[in-house]
């Protein structure tokens, strides 16, 4: 993600989408805007959480436009 975008990399930390967190289970789709010197990005999570485990993302990456879609599950190393 640093090289896609640079760094540093900011948000303003509106997103689009929702969160909801009822009786100790959960849910969160949502994209929010990222910022680097070398270009913009979205950041796409839907995710969920049952009656208090850990939250299970089926999607969790950075996408670029014109550029790499970056899967933030699958990062072995740093982002």
């Keep these: 993600m640093r090289q896609a975008l640079g ?3 900011t948000t303003n930390w509106m997103f689009d989408g929702n969160i909801s967190y009822v009786n100790g ?7 929010a805007s990222l910022t680097g010197p ?4 979205s950041l796409v999570v ?5 009656l208090g485990g850990p939250w299970h993302y089926s999607v969790l990456e950075v996408r670029v436009p ?4 970056i899967d ?5 190393g740093p982002p």
Excluded: V
């Design 7 to 9: 760094t540093p990399i």
């Design 25 to 31: 289970a959960g849910t969160a789709k949502f994209k």
């Design 38 to 41: 070398k270009g913009e990005a």
């Design 46 to 50: 839907d995710a969920d959480n049952k």
């Design 66 to 69: 014109d550029g790499p879609t």
């Design 72 to 76: 933030l599950k699958e990062s072995t």
